[in-house]
C-alpha cells in the first residue's frame, strides 16, 4: 500500500506547485520490447525529482485496444501488460509518494473502448441492463440518424445491426460515448474513482470533459461544436462528478477546449466549481489541428492575458505549452533550427512564470523538437492516419499533406524521450514502437544535465523560482502591452515589489524600456550572457529576462 500523502490537510497543495507529464508509452523501456513501461517510469523517479516538480500526470496505461494510444479504455481497474502489472502501479504510487511527488492520472469518461464489457453487453440487445450505458438512436430513412460528424473524421455514427440502431462515437468507432443521461453511468464511475482514490491516487486530468452532455434533439445541426461541447445542462453532470472527488480529496483539472473563459469561471470557481482548474487551448488553436504557419506573438498574448484576467479573481489557471496531443512548443511556437536554445528556454520563462500551475510535457523540459517523418508509415497516430487519407482522396499530393503532418501531428510529442546519445535516445535497446527523433544524438538528458546553460537545466532554476518565491505564486499578473509582435512583457506584482518578465518571442532584434517607476532592479535570470546595464533594452532574437523590482 502506498505511503499516502494528506491532500486532505492541505487541500490546495496544487497551487504552489509544478506538474510533469508522463506519456508512459514513450517515455522509458525497462524490458527490452520497444515500448516505456511501469518500471521503466519508476527507474527514472530519480531524474524526474531532479526536475523539483511536485505532481506528476500520466496519460492513460489502463486495458486497451490502442485504437487510439490508450485513450480507448477497456478496463478501468486493469492495466495493458505492455506496460506492466497492478502491483507495478502500486509500487510506482509508492515510490513517487516517498520522494513527496503526488501522482495523478488520465480519467477517461466520455467514451469507453468498443470492447469495454459495458459495451460487449450494451451492443447485444435493447433489453441489456447496460445497453443505455451508451448513446443509441434508430436509423432514418435508412441511413445515420443525423449530420454529426466525428472529431476523427466521418460520421459520428455506426450501425449495430444486433439491436438495428447506431451509436455514437464522438472519436472513433471504436470509442463508444457513454450517455451521461443515465444515472447509472455515474454510479458505475463513481467506484472507478473511489477504488483509485483508495489506492494513493492523488488527482485526475479529466479527458474531453467538456463533451460529456450532448444536444438531446439530436437534430441536424450547422454548428458542430454547439452539438456535443459545453452544451446546457452539463453543468449538472460536472457538478455530481465533483462529489466525488472532493468526497475523496482529489486534485481535478478538466480538459475543456471551447469553454470560454467568461463561462469557465462557474467550472473553477472555488467554493462552488467543479473542478481545481481547466485546460484551455485558445492559445494553440485546437481546432485547427493541421493548419500550417507561425503563431502571431500579438494573439498569444492577447489570449493567455484573456485567461489570466479573466480567472484572477475567482479561479485558477492551468498553464502550459506541450501535451500529447500537440506539436513541440520549440518547434510550433519557436525556431527549433536556428534559435533552438533560445526559443525553448524564452518560451519557458513566458509561461512558467505566470500565474497559476505549470504543466511541463516529458521532453520539453530538454527543448525536444518535432520529429521530420517522410513516409505516412512512420507515424502512428490515428488521426494522422486519417487526415493523410482524406487529403489524398481531395487530390492533394502526399509531399504536401506530410509537411502538414511533420507540424502538427499528435506523433511529434510521442516520439520516444531522448535520455542519452546511444541509439533510439537511449530509450530502449529494441526498435522503438515509433521512431525516435534523429536529433536525440545532440538533445538528450545526459548532455544537457552537464551543460550549464542547457534547456534543462534553465527549466530547473524556472521551477525552483516559481516554487519558493511567493510573488510568483500569489502575485497579480499584469501584462505590459507592447502593440506589437515580437515581445511578451508582463509583472507579478505584490503590495510594491515583484517580477518583470520580459522575453523576444521572434527571430528578429527588438526594443524595450523598462518603466521608469520600477526600481532597484536585480537580474535574476537571464537565457543570455548579455547583461544590460541600463532600462533601454536591446533584446536579441529569442531572448528573456526575469528581474526583480520595487515600485513606489
Not at 49 to 68: E, M, R, T
Not at 140 to 153: K, M, Q, T, Y
Request: net charge negative; proline share 5%; charged share 20%.
Amino acid at each position: 500500500m502506498s505511503i499516502l500523502i494528506s491532500n486532505e490537510q492541505n487541500p490546495t497543495w496544487w497551487q504552489n506547485a509544478v506538474g510533469y507529464q508522463i506519456y508512459p508509452k514513450s517515455f522509458y523501456d525497462s524490458n527490452h520490447d520497444g515500448i516505456g513501461d511501469i518500471a521503466g517510469i519508476i527507474s527514472k523517479i530519480p531524474y524526474i525529482k531532479s526536475l523539483g516538480v511536485n505532481f506528476v500526470w500520466l496519460s492513460p496505461f489502463f486495458a486497451s485496444p490502442n485504437i487510439d494510444n490508450g485513450y480507448d479504455i477497456s478496463d478501468y481497474r486493469a492495466i495493458d501488460p505492455q506496460y506492466g502489472t497492478l502491483d507495478d502501479i502500486f509500487k510506482m504510487i509508492d515510490q513517487f509518494h516517498r520522494q513527496d511527488i503526488r501522482v495523478v492520472f488520465d480519467l477517461v469518461i466520455n467514451h469507453t473502448s468498443d470492447q469495454h464489457r459495458w459495451f460487449q453487453e450494451a451492443k447485444k440487445s435493447v433489453d441489456n441492463p447496460y445497453h443505455d450505458f451508451y448513446i443509441w438512436r434508430k436509423p432514418v430513412n435508412g441511413d445515420v440518424p443525423n449530420n454529426w460528424v466525428s472529431l476523427f473524421g466521418g460520421s459520428a455514427w455506426t450501425y449495430n445491426p444486433a439491436t438495428d440502431e447506431y451509436y455514437y462515437h464522438l472519436f472513433a468507432k471504436q470509442q463508444p460515448d457513454l450517455n451521461w443521461e443515465n444515472p447509472q453511468v455515474h454510479q458505475a464511475v463513481t467506484k472507478i474513482i473511489d477504488w483509485w482514490a483508495q489506492q494513493g491516487v492523488d488527482g485526475f486530468r479529466l479527458d474531453a470533459i467538456s463533451h460529456l452532455k450532448k444536444d438531446q434533439r439530436f437534430e441536424n445541426v450547422t454548428d458542430q461544436e454547439a452539438a456535443m461541447n459545453n452544451v446546457p445542462g452539463i453543468d449538472k453532470l460536472l457538478a455530481g462528478l465533483s462529489s466525488d472527488f472532493k468526497r475523496n480529496h482529489l486534485m481535478t483539472v478538466g480538459e475543456a477546449g471551447g469553454v470560454p473563459v467568461s463561462e469557465a469561471k462557474r467550472w473553477v470557481d472555488p467554493k462552488s466549481g467543479y473542478f481545481n482548474m481547466i485546460f484551455q487551448f485558445d492559445h494553440v488553436s485546437f481546432w485547427e489541428k493541421f493548419t500550417v504557419g507561425k503563431v502571431d506573438v500579438a494573439q498569444l498574448r492577447d489570449a493567455l492575458t484573456r485567461w489570466q484576467t479573466g480567472l484572477a479573481e475567482n479561479g485558477w489557471n492551468a498553464l502550459f505549452l506541450e501535451n500529447h496531443d500537440l506539436p513541440r512548443a520549440v518547434s510550433y511556437f519557436g525556431n527549433d533550427r536556428r534559435y533552438r536554445q533560445q526559443s525553448a528556454t524564452s518560451l519557458a520563462m513566458m509561461y512558467l512564470l505566470m500565474k497559476g500551475t505549470p504543466f511541463i510535457y516529458q521532453g520539453q523540459e530538454l527543448g525536444m523538437t518535432n520529429v521530420s517523418f517522410d513516409k505516412i508509415d512512420q507515424f502512428r497516430d490515428l488521426d494522422s492516419k486519417r487526415f493523410y487519407r482524406e487529403e489524398l482522396a481531395k487530390g492533394k499530393t502526399p509531399a504536401e499533406t506530410l509537411v502538414k503532418l511533420r507540424g502538427k501531428s499528435r506523433d511529434n510529442a510521442r516520439t520516444p524521450m531522448q535520455w542519452t546519445a546511444a541509439a533510439n535516445g537511449g530509450f530502449s535497446d529494441h526498435q522503438p514502437w515509433i521512431a525516435a527523433n534523429p536529433n536525440a544524438a545532440e538533445i538528450n538528458v545526459a548532455n544537457e544535465s552537464n551543460q550549464r546553460h542547457s534547456v534543462l537545466n534553465f527549466y530547473r532554476r524556472l521551477v525552483q523560482l516559481r516554487l519558493t518565491e511567493p510573488i510568483l505564486l500569489t502575485g497579480r499578473y499584469q501584462l505590459i502591452d507592447t502593440h506589437d509582435h515580437q515581445l511578451f512583457v508582463y509583472c507579478r506584482q505584490a503590495d510594491k515589489a515583484g517580477y518583470l518578465i520580459i522575453t523576444n518571442l521572434s527571430d528578429q532584434p527588438a526594443a524595450f524600456t523598462i518603466p521608469s517607476d520600477y526600481h532597484h532592479l536585480q537580474l535574476i535570470l537571464a537565457n543570455t550572457s548579455e547583461k544590460p546595464t541600463s532600462p533601454n533594452l536591446k533584446l536579441a532574437p529569442w531572448s528573456a529576462y526575469l528581474y526583480k523590482y520595487e515600485r513606489n
